[in-house]
């Protein structure tokens, strides 16, 4: 299985930045695409941004920025000049399956709060 650790929430003010990053552990064969997405409540969970294994991003907010480090399958995600609409909990996500002969999965994290708030 494929466990996913966020780190680098907060509470900052409007315009400033934040990077969140996020640790793929546990047993697998391979990671597919891994991304953020984030949910206030009451609403769906939205795209953010993803990556795939080979680098190709898909962005639902230009203002950030999604890196990946496929050696030690972490994504980060730099969050500019951050809006009060940009609060909400923020989750990894990846795609993943344990072995060859397995289907691929998706897993989550358990989220970070990001607040933006003067």
């Known amino acids: 299985q494929v466990q996913l650790v966020e780190s680098g929430g907060g509470l900052v003010q409007p315009g400033e930045s934040l990077k969140l990053s996020c640790a793929a552990s546990g047993s697998f064969f391979s990671i597919s695409t891994m991304g953020w997405y984030r949910q206030t409540p009451g609403k769906e969970r939205e795209l953010v941004a993803t990556?795939?294994?080979?680098g190709t991003t898909n962005y639902g907010d230009s203002r950030f920025t999604i890196s990946r480090d496929n050696a030690k399958n972490t994504v980060t995600l730099q969050m500019n000049s951050l809006k009060p609409e940009d609060t909400a909990v923020y989750y990894c996500?990846?795609?993943?399956?344990?072995?060859?002969?397995?289907?691929?999965?998706?897993?989550w994290g358990q989220g970070t709060q990001v607040t933006v708030s003067s």
């Open positions: 990556i795939t294994s080979t």
């Open positions: 996500s990846a795609r993943a399956r344990v072995s060859v002969h397995t289907n691929w999965n998706n897993y």
